[in-house]
């Protein structure tokens, strides 16, 4: 048995479908299992680099005696995500610094959505996936003066995918029944659509839908703009909207096919089971949490979760509206959110434009698109969260079984990926205890 922080340790891997890809050995004479799940990463390394930063801080602020005969051990869960391109194209000219964009030309243009089809074959992997991919590729010269091109793209794209997630939450129900010529235009986004004071720091411009412009990091990048000609933005949009929605759907079946089955089968040797998920690791473990049948998970932290802010909601028929009306986490639910997490509302800004919402600012809470990540549980019951901040490392919060709390966290999260650090590791902690 391996240890990560001085913590009993093993992984579970799954496959796309939630299936095992090994035996799991659960630590043995522990107390309390923690399981842990990333978000969207292009290797294990990362990962596992997540898991330590984690641990290594969530022992570095323990307290004396503060988990009283706890023994704890992790699970490291392991699924097969992809890092997506968190980007908006916009139809028409770079920057006039050239601090963005990937040219105007045609040409430009062209060859970047070839090399973007080139790189979905890492995701659609089966060979008939990427026949379909080339069938589209071969469509993308006639995009911008054929409505038969286009409605013929969009269906071969959408054609990959599962609808079995789609749903109103990111108007990727829409995404599946609109014309595809329809969808196309709702996506082209026009040069004029960006907001002169919604210019960041680092070059390029936010549109008003909701991406800033910012330098890449580690784990999942902030978004920025490109430019592309014509309707190849549009398709640049389809194909990026495309690779979110499969790691949107991946991540709930892993977490219901597998992780669920892993928990359920964990309470048979473990008093209590605490979930964490990162990114699309906050659905995976939400998911999981609705669908498995034990009563022994005692806490949930969704540290920066890309999915809706609306998912828990009762007036809006949240995906994961269960979890609450069935009592699944008996403890606190964490919610760590802040605007300077750019990435995890790429996809709700193109759900705007999806549903032909051209006036969409910047999806914050009050937007019927928004990221949960950037804003915490929204449209809750009365009494069924608490608004609060994110504290130093060594602070108490008044957590409650069964709530969940908006832990507004600008002070201390930079970033999508900056979630390992002793605040975000207290306020788990605290949450266990």
């Known amino acids: ?58 022992a570095a602020v323990a307290q004396p005696n503060d988990l009283p005969g706890r023994k704890i051990g992790v699970v490291g869960v392991f699924w097969p995500s992809k890092r997506f391109d968190e980007k908006v194209a916009v139809s028409g000219a770079p920057a006039a610094d050239g601090a963005v964009g990937l040219g105007a030309g045609d040409q430009s243009s062209l060859q970047a959505l070839e090399a973007k089809i080139e790189r979905m074959k890492e995701t659609f992997d089966r060979p008939e996936q990427q026949q379909v991919l080339d069938e ?6 006639d995009l911008d003066d054929k409505a038969s091109a286009r409605r013929a793209f969009v269906d071969k794209i959408r054609s990959l995918l599962d609808p079995g997630e789609a749903g109103r939450e990111d108007a990727s129900d829409s995404f ?62 389809v194909l990026n909207y495309t690779t979110y929605y ?28 605490h979930l964490i998920g990162h990114s699309f690791g906050g659905r995976v473990v939400t998911a999981a949490a609705a669908n498995s049948t034990t009563g022994r998970i005692r806490s949930m932290a969704l540290l920066q979760a890309a999915f809706s802010h609306n998912g828990f909601s009762k007036s809006k028929k ?16 964490l919610v760590t959110h802040t605007k300077n997490d750019k990435a995890v509302g790429v996809a709700y800004p193109l759900a705007s434009r999806i549903n032909g919402d051209t006036t969409a600012s910047l999806g914050d809470e009050n937007d019927a698109f928004g990221g949960l990540g950037r804003n915490g549980a929204q449209q809750m019951q009365d009494g069924e969260r608490k608004v609060g901040k994110l504290l130093a490392s060594d602070s108490a919060y008044p957590f409650q079984p069964g709530l969940f709390f908006n832990l507004e966290a600008s002070d201390f999260i930079g970033n999508h990926s900056d979630v390992t650090g002793k605040e975000v590791a207290n306020a788990v902690r605290r949450a266990i205890a």
């Open 1 to 58: 048995m391996a240890d990560i922080a001085g913590f009993p340790y093993t992984e579970a891997q799954f496959d796309e479908k939630g299936a095992l890809k090994g035996p799991v050995d659960l630590p043995t004479g522990i107390t309390d299992l923690i399981i842990f799940s990333h978000g969207w990463n292009n290797s294990a390394a990362e990962a596992r680099a997540l898991y330590r930063g984690f641990f290594s801080n969530f």
């Open 136 to 141: 589209a590729k071969a469509l993308l010269p």
């Open 176 to 237: 599946f029944e609109d014309d595809g010529d329809l969808l196309m235009r709702n996506l082209k986004v026009d040069e004029e659509d960006l907001a002169d004071d919604l210019v960041e720091e680092g070059g390029g411009a936010s549109l008003p839908l909701g991406v800033g412009a910012a330098a890449p990091a580690a784990g999942g990048a902030a978004g920025i703009t490109d430019f592309l000609s014509g309707f190849k933005a549009s398709a640049m949009n």
């Open 246 to 273: 499969e790691m949107k759907s991946r991540a709930g079946t892993v977490g219901k096919n597998g992780v669920a089955r892993l928990i359920d089968a964990a309470s048979q040797q473990v008093e209590r089971i």
């Open 318 to 333: 949240g995906f994961f509206r269960s979890v609450v009306d069935n009592g699944r986490v008996k403890g606190p639910i």
